[in-house]
């Protein structure tokens, strides 16, 4: 297989730990959106990573449908996401908010980072900022003081997404030390798993 994007994107992160969670061996191009257009845009018209080229050489796109393919083919028993019920459902609802805290905390940055500064539109910008932070402690009001996961006593897409999400709110200066303590030292609790660690991205 082969992944398609760079690990500083929470989206294509999400995807390579759920590579190495399953042990699934793959290949990685580290390539962007902004950098590398025309070549994210062969694999994706929408520009957006990540992509997942499969050995069939079927492409997947978006992170979710990525995943969910992957539970299908890799999770036997016990899938990142739970197939069915009430645990499947709290699964994907931790997954829904991490991943939407995401999308307002990149398109802050992205007004930040390309719109003129005398034509930012800070109230914009500061909801959401807000709508990131409350999701993030939304996740932090269920974290279990010491509990090595967030739900079911397994690794699932929960310790994942929150596991991006929380750092990408730290990149874009939440103070997750002292606003959601107990997910900061969730997400070190994660990262000393080598699915975590081996895909940390390398310092900007």
Known sequence: MLLI????????RRVAITLQAYGVAYEQRDLNGFGHRDEVRAANPLG????????????????AAIVDHLDEICGGEQPLTPRTGADRRA?????AMMMGACDKGLQ????RNHTPKEKWH???????????????AAVEAM????????????LTQADITAFVAERLGRGL?????SRTPRLRALTRRLLEQPAFSSTEPPPA
């Open 91 to 95: 699964v994907l609802k931790v997954a």
């Open 108 to 111: 802050a940055a992205y007004h």
């Open 143 to 154: 974290v279990r003081l010491n509990a090595p996961y967030l739900l079911l006593d397994r």
């Open 5 to 12: 994007g760079v690990n500083r994107s929470p989206y294509t």
């Open 173 to 177: 200066g939440i103070d997750t030390n």
């Open 48 to 63: 957006r990573i990540p992509a997942l080229v499969l050995d069939s050489g079927e492409t997947l796109i978006d992170s």
């Open 122 to 136: 800070q109230p914009w910008i500061d909801d959401c900022m807000a709508q990131m932070t409350n999701a993030l």
